[in-house]
């Protein structure tokens, strides 16, 4: 169980530290960046979702020896 804490952390701290650069560049008029920064952060918390998700299926998949 301590891994699905472990992953909520690690999404939690991505979205906070994107969330913190996009404000610092939108402030510095760098609102493409900060944009861009923002896109990121969501595709490497999709990328760590996308892994688990597909670790559930494959242990399914073995469970009912499918």
């Known amino acids: 169980m301590d891994v699905g804490i472990d992953l909520i952390f690690k999404v939690a701290a ?12 939108n402030q510095a008029g ?6 861009m ?3 990121a ?3 490497i918390a999709l ?3 996308v892994q688990k ?4 299926f494959e242990a ?3 469970l009912f020896e499918l």
């Open 14 to 25: 991505i979205g906070i530290i994107a969330s913190v650069l996009h404000n610092l560049l």
């Open 30 to 35: 760098k609102s493409e960046l900060g944009l």
């Open 37 to 39: 920064t923002s896109l």
């Open 41 to 43: 952060a969501l595709m």
């Open 47 to 49: 990328v760590l979702i």
């Open 53 to 56: 998700v597909s670790e559930l």
């Open 60 to 62: 399914v998949k073995k």
